[in-house]
């Protein structure tokens, strides 16, 4: 069965450092989205990507934030200048025509 | 915007027992309410969907249930297992260009053989 895979699984950066988090979602998928989850907490939503723009994204994905698919494959969140808060599992998630998300495993990013 | 609020957050039973998490919703126009589950430092999984023209769905030892006037759905867990010990996210979202949940905080599930 396809699945939404991510890289790297884990990232240390110091603060101030800028990351690249990594998504490949289903082929076939139209809609690409990220997601943060701070330890302990519930899933918060960042962003939403269809057709090559943004079509969604919440109050917590400010200008620090970037997102981009550089080829047809790949699916990338930037953060430019990292912050300790950034500190959180990111998830990338994809969904084809219909409603179900379906969730990468996930990076474990931790700011110093 | 749309607010989901999940109780409990921790919820233990006995193996064989049934396991119930109570959500309710603010958006009317939520139409659609999946839930994930999620074991330590794994990615949310997906385990049943319910649309809102829908009350009820059932899959084997799992069932939701859906009551729109008062905008809450529930999870129910039959005959419940120890690798049924996860964290459950409930959700609700409507199609705005595309499905974005609002996810509850989350209830610990623990199942004590």
């Known amino acids: 069965e396809p699945e939404v895979t991510q890289t790297p699984s884990h990232q240390v950066t110091q603060m101030g450092q800028e990351v690249i988090l990594r998504c490949v979602p289903i082929?076939?998928?139209?809609?690409f989205y990220w997601y943060r989850q701070i330890l302990g907490q519930k899933v918060e939503f960042l962003v939403s990507?269809?057709?090559?723009?943004?079509?969604?994204k919440s109050e917590i994905f400010d200008d620090q934030f970037s997102v981009e698919r550089p080829d047809g494959s790949n699916f990338t969140l930037k953060i430019r200048s990292t912050k300790l808060e950034d500190s959180a599992m990111y998830f990338c998630?994809?969904?084809?025509?219909?409603?179900?998300?379906?969730f990468g495993p996930g990076t474990r990013l931790l700011v110093l | 915007g749309e607010n989901v609020e999940q109780h409990p957050s921790t919820l233990s039973v006995q193996e064989g027992d049934s396991a119930v998490i109570k959500c309710t919703y603010s958006?009317?126009?939520?139409?659609?309410f999946p839930w994930y589950k999620q074991e330590l430092g794994k990615r949310p999984q997906l385990i049943i969907d319910?649309?809102?023209?829908?009350g009820e769905k059932k899959d084997q030892r799992i069932a939701v249930t859906l009551n729109k006037t008062a905008k809450h759905f529930s999870l129910h867990i039959t005959e419940t297992q120890p690798e049924d010990s996860a964290v459950y996210f409930c959700?609700?979202?409507?199609?705005?260009?595309?499905?974005?949940?609002?996810f509850g905080r989350g209830t610990s599930l623990i199942v004590h053989p």
């Open positions: 082929s076939n998928h139209l809609y």
């Open positions: 958006d009317s126009a939520s139409n659609y």
């Open positions: 319910i649309r809102s023209n829908v």
């Open positions: 990507f269809y057709n090559n723009e943004i079509s969604e």
């Open positions: 959700a609700a979202s409507s199609r705005g260009g595309s499905y974005i949940p609002t």
């Open positions: 998630a994809s969904t084809g025509l219909g409603e179900t998300q379906y």
